[in-house]
Every structure is written in C-alpha cells, then in structure tokens.
C-alpha cells in the first residue's frame, strides 16, 4: 500500500529584543514524523510532501494520484493546494487540485483529512474546506468559521462504534486524551465512529467509488498528545484507516 501525506510543517521567524539590539532567527519544522513511523512500521509506504513542497509539487494530474492507494491532509490550508506558483506570481492556468482529489475519489481513491489548525475550516477559518471540492468528499459538515475547540486540560474520545474495521485490535485499550479538536457534525449516511461530547472525532463513509475519513484531532502534537502517539494503539488504528481507505478491510 502507498499514500500521500500532505502537510505538517511550518517555518518561525522570531525577534529577540536585548535592549537596543535585536537579531531575527528563523527555524523550520517537520511535524508528520510519528505518523510517517506508525504507517511505515506497519509496511504503509508513505511520501510525504511538507506545506512548502505541497504547494509546488503536490499532483496536478490524475495519473500521479492514481499511483496512491490514499491521500491524507494535514494541517495542510486550503489555499497551499488551490494557489500553485506558477498561478499565483505568473497567472498561469493550472488545474484545480482539490477538484482533482474529489474525481480520485470519486473513481476510488482513499481521502483522510486530519484536523489541526489548517485542517477543515481551521484557525480564523483560514483553512476554508468548506468553501473547496473537499467539503463534498467529507463525511462531515464544516462550519463556515473559526472550527477549533480548545481543550487545554484534556479530553478523551467516546467510542460509539466498536465494531467499525478501523477500530480492529484497539478492544479494550484505553485512549489517550486530546488537547483540542475541529468542531464538526455527521452528515447524513456517514459512520459516526467516535465522539467528543456531541461532536465528531471520527466519521467514515463511502464517496462515489471511494472512501473518505474524517479525523477530528491533530494525528501529531499538539492537539495529539505525545501519549497519543506513543500509544500502542496509535499505529494500528491509522494503519487500520489506510486498509479500510483502501479497500483492504
């Protein structure tokens, strides 16, 4: 099995001020690291194409898609996938990449969006799913705003589908808790696998030949908690969510 991850990475410039002086750092960061492990761990191949690579080189034919059993997001904005370069300071005409996934999944590909502060409607709403080809795919609906909902002190996930294939070889483990979750609600046919309070944390459904799966939380911290992702469940049940993406189970 092969997949795409798009997202997770991010680039800080700071200021530090000593008195009359000042210097500007800059860093840069990768976060998709224990996601890319747990798949890999489970012979999940995975490219990965931080936001910055994603922007550029994320596919624009359908023939590159195709070569991936599913694609995942990630804190990945909406508008990194919609403005290539070559639109943006050149005006070139390029394809509409989010329209693209939506026809991969529509013939059979496997979608997963994971939330974060660019997943879904995200931070400010600067992610913008809900206005893209995505928000079709989804098995869940997006609010028009700002979607975060911050749990500083923790919240753990209700599980109301135990029996769901995703969730094989997870029975009796204890989950982790979160700090904090996209707001979003079940559509109508959608599986609702997991909740937080009366809101999804997990939802599934088929999508005209494909799949698609809804992951509320972040899958790396920080709304995913380092017990999260060292958590012995954790590569099970996103290897589970690419067999079922897939077709396999």
Same mark, same amino acid.
Request: proline fraction near 2%; hydrophobic fraction near 50%.
């Given at each position: 099995m092969k997949v795409l991850l798009a997202g997770e990475s991010w680039s800080i410039l700071s200021i530090h001020t000593k008195g009359f002086?000042?210097?500007?750092?800059g860093r840069y960061h990768e976060a998709g690291g224990p996601l890319i492990e747990a798949l890999r761990s489970k012979g999940v191949e995975v490219d990965y194409l931080p936001n910055d690579q994603a922007q550029l080189s994320f596919p624009s034919e359908m023939k590159e898609l195709k070569q991936?059993?599913?694609v995942i997001f990630s804190d990945v904005g909406s508008n990194s996938l919609l403005l290539h370069p070559k639109t943006q300071f050149e005006c070139v005409r390029m394809p509409n990449r989010l329209e693209l996934v939506k026809s991969y999944v529509e013939q059979g590909g496997g979608f997963l969006m994971c939330g974060g502060y660019m997943s879904y409607s995200g931070i400010e709403g600067r992610a913008r799913y809900g206005m893209t080809p995505i928000a079709d795919i989804l098995p869940v609906k997006l609010l028009t705003y700002d979607d975060r909902v911050e749990k500083p002190q923790g919240i753990f996930p209700t599980i109301t589908d135990e029996k769901h294939p995703v969730l094989a070889g997870l029975a009796g483990m204890e989950w982790p808790d979160f700090l904090g979750y996209n707001k979003l609600s079940?559509?109508?046919? =959608?599986?609702?696998?997991?909740? %937080?309070?009366?809101?999804?944390?997990?939802?599934?459904?088929?999508?005209?030949e494909g799949r698609a799966f809804a992951f509320a939380s972040d899958c790396v911290p920080h709304w995913g908690t380092p017990e999260?992702?060292?958590? =012995?469940?954790?590569?099970?049940? %996103?290897?589970?969510?690419m067999k079922w993406l897939a077709k396999e189970i």
């Open positions: 002086d000042h210097v500007n750092l991936y059993d599913a079940l559509k109508a046919g =959608a599986q609702l696998i997991g909740q %937080f309070g009366e809101d999804v944390f997990m939802a599934a459904w088929d999508f005209g999260f992702t060292q958590w =012995a469940g954790y590569p099970v049940l %996103f290897s589970n969510i």
